[in-house]
């Protein structure tokens, strides 16, 4: 049962780094309009990874209003700039 487990949590985390990485790519390019080139990749690349390590509960375990308000931060900075991209890209 246990393997199971683990198997099945192994295969969330892969199909959760895929969807960070593209959020990743959206983010840095979005940040990259607003933002100096060098900042955006440093700032794009901390708020998705916050996001990867909250989301796959590495970090904040147990307080979780600090934990789900920190995604709720980091998701709408991820928007916020990712907007930019596409509206640029159209």
Same mark, same amino acid.
């Given at each position: 049962?246990?393997?199971?487990?683990?198997?099945?949590?192994?295969?969330?985390?892969?199909?959760? &780094?895929?969807?960070?990485? *593209?959020?990743?790519?959206?983010?840095? &390019?979005?940040?990259?309009?607003?933002?100096?080139?060098?900042?955006?990749?440093?700032? *794009?690349? *901390?708020?998705? #990874? #916050?996001?990867?390590? &909250?989301?796959?509960?590495?970090?904040?375990?147990?307080?979780?209003?600090?934990?789900?308000?920190?995604?709720l931060v980091c998701t709408i900075f991820s928007i916020y700039t990712s907007f930019f991209?596409?509206?640029?890209? &159209?």
């Amino acid at each position: 049962m246990n393997s199971n487990k683990n198997k099945r949590d192994g295969i969330l985390l892969v199909v959760l &780094l895929i969807f960070n990485l *593209g959020s990743l790519a959206t983010t840095i &390019l979005g940040a990259r309009e607003i933002m100096p080139k060098n900042l955006a990749w440093i700032v *794009g690349f *901390g708020v998705q #990874m #916050m996001l990867f390590l &909250l989301l796959a509960n590495f970090i904040l375990k147990r307080s979780f209003y600090r934990k789900w308000f920190a995604i709720l931060v980091c998701t709408i900075f991820s928007i916020y700039t990712s907007f930019f991209w596409y509206y640029q890209s &159209l």
